[in-house]
């Protein structure tokens, strides 16, 4: 059974460019969040999702942030024209309905130039 | 905010020797999870410890919860080289908030 999948592992982008980062969850998860971990700091919640519906989105950003977790596919999250401040790892997490442990990936690691 | 906080930031102790880490919280809980992160890495999920329990185990690992001082710990005994990693506490249901983790560094 394969873990959460998230890719790129490595992304780097230009400021001003689009960012979008993937994640599969585990097989059966229907939850999903993201966070975000700047250097030698813990995660900070960002959005939380079920399959085309976002539940909490309160960790996100007001502008330039989205994600999404369609019926079909991967949940994607989406940065628009990053800044420098943007660098950091991203990681998702997916958890089963009704089961509040999470199960995290291997994180997207964003640097931003 | 229901923030875990561990402390101590840093830890290191010889290979063998039993670790002790930390996490506080400020609000009630319905359960709290202790997370390992290797360097570069992603959290692997260690021990999930719910309201009403005040102890679990788990291999090597033991992790105690006191709602009362609204604390809980994570001891890890003989520890080997392996072990050195960041360790976080998360609190929260869907919404988990973690603070800036242990740094346990185990020295051959």
């Known amino acids: 059974n394969a873990g959460v999948m998230q890719n790129p592992r490595h992304l780097v982008r230009r400021r001003g460019q689009e960012a979008r980062l993937r994640c599969s969850p585990m097989?059966?998860?229907?939850?999903v969040y993201w966070y975000r971990q700047l250097p030698e700091e813990g995660l900070k919640f960002m959005v939380y999702l079920q399959k085309e519906n976002i539940i909490d989105e309160s960790g996100m950003p007001k502008e330039r942030f989205s994600a999404e977790f369609p019926k079909e596919g991967p949940s994607i999250l989406r940065i628009q024209q990053v800044v420098r401040g943007d660098s950091a790892a991203y990681f998702c997490?997916?958890?089963?309905?009704?089961?509040?442990?999470?199960?995290f990936g291997p994180g997207t690691r964003l640097l931003v130039l | 905010s229901q923030q875990g906080e561990e402390d101590p930031q840093a830890l290191s102790i010889q290979e063998g020797e039993n670790a002790t880490m930390n996490c506080s919280y400020k609000?009630?809980?319905?359960?709290l999870q202790w997370y390992r992160q290797n360097s570069g890495r992603g959290l692997v999920h260690l021990i999930l410890i719910r309201s009403n329990e005040r102890e679990k185990h788990s291999g090597r690992l033991r992790v105690t919860l006191d709602t009362s001082k609204k604390s809980s710990s994570l001891l890890i005994t003989a520890s080997r080289a392996a072990d050195t990693a960041s360790y976080f506490c998360?609190?929260?249901?869907?919404?988990?908030?973690f603070g800036q983790g242990t740094r346990l560094t185990i020295n051959p």
């Open positions: 997490a997916s958890s089963l309905i009704g089961d509040e442990t999470q199960y």
């Open positions: 097989k059966g998860h229907s939850h």
């Open positions: 998360g609190v929260g249901a869907q919404k988990l908030v």
């Open positions: 609000t009630s809980i319905n359960n």
